[in-house]
């Protein structure tokens, strides 16, 4: 009986540390399915909780300067070692908010 119980935990565990400890290097990464759950106009917090993943990076920059004088974004970027999704967000009405996203 003690032997079940303790594979029966080690399972669990296992189980728990791929769900918890799961992050865009997990097997089951896919940028293209996770770009389906945002919206222009999204927050951060909104973001973080659709996707269900922390970003690999997130940076401030000035975007835009190819066609303009610029802007404020912050870029957060999710990837394993081949595929990626990148969020740009820019600031609206102090509120940081999805501008636009891109797959690789």
Not at 36 to 57: E, F, H, I, K, W
Request: hydrophobic share 45%; proline share 5%; aromatic share 12%.
């Amino acid at each position: 009986m003690a032997a079940r119980m303790r594979v029966l935990l080690t399972s669990v565990i296992v189980a728990l540390c791929v769900i918890v400890g799961g992050g865009p290097a997990f097997a089951g990464f896919d940028p293209a399915y996770l770009s389906t759950q945002l919206d222009d106009g999204m927050t951060m917090p909104q973001v973080r909780q659709a996707l269900g993943y922390r970003p690999n990076s997130a940076e401030q920059l000035t975007c835009g300067t190819h066609v303009g004088p610029g802007w404020e974004c912050r870029i957060w970027t999710f990837t394993d070692s081949v595929h990626g999704l990148g969020i740009r967000f820019e600031k609206v009405d102090g509120a940081w908010v999805v501008n636009s996203w891109y797959v690789w």
